[in-house]
T-cell receptor, first 111, second 117 residues
Framework: DAKTTQPTSMDCAEGRAANLPCNHS???????VYWYRQIHSQGPQYIIH???NNETNEMASLIITEDRKSSTLILPHATLRDTAVYYC????????????FGKGTLLTVNP | GAGVSQSPRYKVAKRGQDVALRCDPI?????LFWYQQALGQGPEFLTY????????KSGLPSDRFFAERPEGSVSTLKIQRTQQEDSAVYLC???????????????FGPGTRLTVT
């Protein structure tokens, strides 16, 4: 699976949009981008995934650049409960079922 | 509608003791995973079950670690002769689809925090 690079930490004001970047410059054509988050003392939680089109669900939006070398997870209106470590993971469809986590980005939402 | 549950939530073991960690996946989920998470790090894969078959145990750090899922539902991770470096959070995850299926999400339990003294 392609390696990902994320900032170690970010801050965001409550109510504002949080934009979390991820670099995956070696991504292959059949690799998906996944985002998970881990709130303190809990297990990771799936947020969203995409291949090349932008995706949106009730939790977040995922913007993938046209060359697929980077992506941004957007939390449109961050709340204090969104404070967590966010992991960007790239994995091949089907052939590699396990998740390979990096260190992720610690997002702190401030009041 | 319960999620993945794990027990115990916290375990303190003296060095050299054996421990058993339990995972109850979401009912009907075919795939089950164990991960180990050291302090300040992301989770690392340990092993994978599809129903009762252990298809991948490449992440188990030593032969002191053993996992089973005899009836394709509940799973147990056993660590023999625990060492201080085994101190970590052990996470279990389950998924409704098999290896090779469409991209899917894994549902994680809250983890068991193991402290070896």
């Amino acid at each position: 699976d392609a390696k990902t690079t994320q900032p170690t930490s970010m801050d965001c004001a409550e109510g504002r949009a949080a934009n979390l970047p991820c670099n995956h410059s070696t991504i292959s054509g059949n690799e998906y981008v996944y985002w998970y988050r881990q709130i303190h003392s809990q297990g990771p939680q799936y947020i969203i995934h995409g291949l090349k089109n932008n995706e949106t669900n009730e939790m977040a939006s995922l913007i993938i650049t046209e060359d697929r070398k980077s992506s941004t997870l957007i939390l449109p209106h961050a709340t204090l409960r969104d404070t967590a470590v966010y992991y960007c993971i790239v994995r091949v469809r089907g052939s590699n079922y396990k998740l390979t986590f990096g260190k992720g980005t610690l997002l702190t939402v401030n009041p | 509608g319960a999620g993945v549950s794990q027990s115990p939530r916290y375990k303190v073991a003296k060095r050299g003791q054996d421990v058993a960690l339990r995972c109850d996946p979401i009912s009907g989920h075919v795939s089950l995973f164990w991960y180990q998470q050291a302090l300040g790090q992301g989770p690392e894969f340990l092993t994978y079950f599809q129903n009762e078959a252990q298809l991948d145990k490449s992440g188990l750090p030593s032969d002191r670690f053993f996992a089973e899922r005899p009836e394709g539902s509940v799973s147990t991770l056993k660590i023999q002769r625990t060492q201080q470096e085994d101190s970590a959070v052990y996470l279990c995850a389950s998924s409704s689809t098999k290896q090779g299926a469409l991209p899917y999400e894994q549902y994680f339990g809250p983890g068991t925090r193991l402290t070896v003294t």
